[in-house]
């Protein structure tokens, strides 16, 4: 049975828990340390932990920094029980906030929906305690999405994997007359919570760090010499820009209350020179992490390269990266069609095929 944290949530660009337990079981036993430099919402870390192997991972992205350490480190249901009976407590003697200027969130949202969000948005320490952490995700998962289907949605009508743009946003609800629900936050992360926490917690404890890739062996000083196998899937060239597609998630965490376009670079260069450079200096970052025979496996993909393009990208990149070790490929990679895009749904006009791509490399 899958276990409800893996799917905490909704977030693209993702590999299935699967792929991970296969290269677990190919390339580590119990006990090894397994490390993932772009963890997203973290399923290499967490389904390491669940198979007895200690698991760490960064990523540039807070809410993927958010749900990828929530899942890894996730505290109990009474703490957070506590910790949620404690903040309704504190908003009921809360002064109302103000809202955020414009249309957008006034449409989103219902209004006591809205300050409960606002309130919570202020109060949770998320970077620093795993109970609002772990809080903080759960909101993110319900934050928006089909509120149409279901009562865990928050939002006004919206994709649950992505954020659409708040002028495109009011109006397609405007034309459809779409009026946001009347939902308590409370109830909903409650409920939720008691769900995804309702399975057996995995026994070792992981790690993830709000980081770049390219600092990863400064993020976890003390796993150098240690990682054994790292499974990852890097931002794809010009595909997508996390800051725009994840931005009421962003916001909620403490960003902008407008997307930020392209301030996330790495996710959309647009120079496959730049590209691998970047992949060579993420690689870098992992140089001291890891040891003699560590294995690589990394699943890319992109509508500019031919998968012997990919292949020798990546290659090339691990062997600049990891200079003072001996990069060897265990296979010509292994292809699968990405099934369902997120494109096709909210991006007319693209290319319906697709293609993702899965290399292994050894160090010596």
Known sequence: MRHPLHSICPYFAMFPEDFVTKQLLAYTERGDTVFDPFCGRGTTVFESLLN?????????????????????????????????????????????????????????????????????????????????????????????????????????????TISTKPDYSVRWWLAKGLTPPERNTFEVVESLVKFRLSSERPKLRGGVKLRDARLAEKAFPSLENQVKLIVTSPPYLDTTDYSEDQWLRLWFLGGAERPLIKKGRDDRHTSADLYWKFLEEAWAGCSKLVQKGTVIVIRIGGAKFSKDELFEGVGSSLREGFADRRVKALHKGETTEIKNRQTNAFRPGTTPERYEHDFAFSLT
Do not use: Y
């Open 52 to 160: 007895g192997r200690h698991a760490s991972g960064v990523d540039i992205n807070p809410v993927a920094a958010c749900i990828a350490g929530a899942k890894a480190d996730s505290p109990t249901l009474r703490s957070v029980h506590l910790r949620l009976t404690e903040l309704k407590a504190a908003l009921s003697e809360a002064e109302e906030m103000a809202s955020p200027e414009g249309d957008f969130f006034r449409a989103c949202f219902h209004e006591t929906t809205l300050q409960q969000l606002l309130f919570l948005r202020r109060e949770l320490d998320w970077k620093n305690s795993r109970i609002d952490k772990f809080i903080a995700a759960v909101i993110l998962g319900a934050l928006h999405g089909e509120s149409h289907k279901t009562p865990n949605c928050l939002s006004n009508r919206m994709p649950r």
